[in-house]
T-cell receptor, first 116, second 114 residues
Framework: AQTVTQSQPEMSVQEAETVTLSCTYD???????LFWYKQPPSRQMILVIR??????QNATENRFSVNFQKAAKSFSLKISDSQLGDTAMYFC?????????????FGKGTRLSVIA | DAGVIQSPRHEVTEMGQEVTLRCKPI?????LFWYRQTMMRGLELLIY????????DSGMPEDRFSAKMPNASFSTLKIQPSEPRDSAVYFC????????????FGQGTRLTVV
């Protein structure tokens, strides 16, 4: 079974600064996907960024980027130029690559507060 | 597309009552997932379907929980009888087949059992 660990229950960052959220995972699989989801107070789960394990290049989406270290089983999220709208819970998630789609396995989340 | 639609958004019920949560997945998506979110346990998979067929229900906590998907555009999660420890946010998500893509989530149903 796969497990996902987010060791930082809460973090805060000043507006316009950079923050990094940590995520580690445990799996015996070689082919998989990793995701970061954002959950603002509205409760909606929003995909932030996705990484395919076989790709060595780190994924980026505008102000969001990841540091994917496959050997270390680490998948951190960096948010640059933090904005007040980035305040939310952030969940790291793992998905095994299979013949069909497989469920996401989530970490417990990190609550991020962006301070003006 | 309107996205994944869940109803109701909020439900308050008394212990012992039957509760039914509803989900309409995105049209054309072959996979449907039910998750439960609590402070203590985070987001946990309850059950998921492929082409309306349950694939894995090992996350369903007890026999009081049941889920159905009678057609490609509708699924229900039923709790009978409900208990206070069932209080949580229940999410439905769907994804298209064949691409190992991420799931698209509904806005969740916040269930409170008093």
């Amino acid at each position: 079974a796969q497990t996902v660990t987010q060791s930082q229950p809460e973090m805060s960052v000043q507006e316009a600064e950079t923050v990094t959220l940590s995520c580690t995972y445990d799996t015996s699989e070689n082919n998989y996907y990793l995701f970061w989801y954002k959950q603002p107070p509205s409760r909606q789960m929003i995909l932030v960024i996705r990484q395919e394990a076989y790709k060595q290049q780190n994924a980026t989406e505008n102000r969001f980027s990841v540091n994917f270290q496959k050997a270390a089983k680490s998948f951190s999220l960096k948010i640059s130029d933090s904005q007040l709208g980035d305040t939310a819970m952030y969940f790291c998630a793992f998905m095994k690559k299979g013949v069909g789609n497989t469920p996401l396995v989530f970490g417990k989340g990190t609550r991020l507060s962006v301070i003006a | 597309d309107a996205g994944v639609i869940q109803s109701p958004r909020h439900e308050v019920t008394e212990m012992g009552q039957e509760v039914t949560l509803r989900c309409k997945p995105i049209s054309g998506h072959d996979y449907l997932f039910w998750y439960r979110q609590t402070m203590m346990r985070g987001l946990e998979l309850l059950i998921y379907f492929n082409n309306n067929v349950p694939i894995d229900d090992s996350g369903m906590p007890e026999d009081r929980f049941s889920a159905k998907m009678p057609n490609a555009s509708f699924s229900t999660l039923k709790i009978q009888p409900s208990e206070p420890r069932d209080s949580a946010v229940y999410f439905c998500a769907s994804s298209p087949a064949g691409a190992n893509t991420e799931a698209f989530f509904g806005q969740g149903t916040r269930l409170t059992v008093v």
